[in-house]
């Protein structure tokens, strides 16, 4: 199984990035692929997760900023950030739990409930 991230940068406070996550080993049917950051000193955090029904969860924090998405074709979850600001700067994260693991109306926002990582992508914006 590999999560591989890119897409990372600097970039200018107003501006956009989009990160990939290219998955290999694992299939979207029975796994589903969430989005993590860490702030420096601090424990890493969801932010975007899908539930079982299909809908997505966003932290208030990048809600309406964020969009996630998936190419199924190539196995490849995106995410489009944009508006970016200072505070966004942290390393972001995708990683998988087994679908059945949630329920309809919940997906995982903590770390212990994600079986494989992605290395990870710094994402930097300046002021």
């Known amino acids: 199984v590999q999560l591989v991230e890119s897409g990372g940068g600097l970039v200018h406070a107003g501006g956009s990035l989009r990160l990939s996550c290219a998955v290999s080993?694992?299939?979207?049917?029975?796994?589903?692929i969430a989005w993590f950051r860490q702030f420096p000193g601090k424990e890493r955090e969801g932010i975007v997760c899908?539930?079982?029904?299909?809908?997505?969860y966003y932290d208030d924090s990048v809600k309406g900023r964020f969009t996630t998405s998936t190419d199924n074709t190539n196995k490849t979850v995106y995410l489009q950030m944009n508006s970016l600001k200072p505070d966004d700067t942290a390393i972001f994260y995708c990683?998988?739990?087994?679908?059945?693991?949630?329920?309809?109306?919940?997906?995982?926002?903590?770390?212990?409930?994600?079986?494989?990582w992605g290395q990870g992508t710094q994402v930097t914006v300046s002021s």
């Open positions: 899908t539930r079982r029904d299909g809908s997505i």
């Open positions: 990683t998988a739990a087994p679908l059945v693991r949630f329920s309809w109306s919940y997906c995982g926002r903590s770390r212990v409930e994600y079986d494989y």
């Open positions: 080993g694992l299939s979207f049917d029975e796994w589903t």
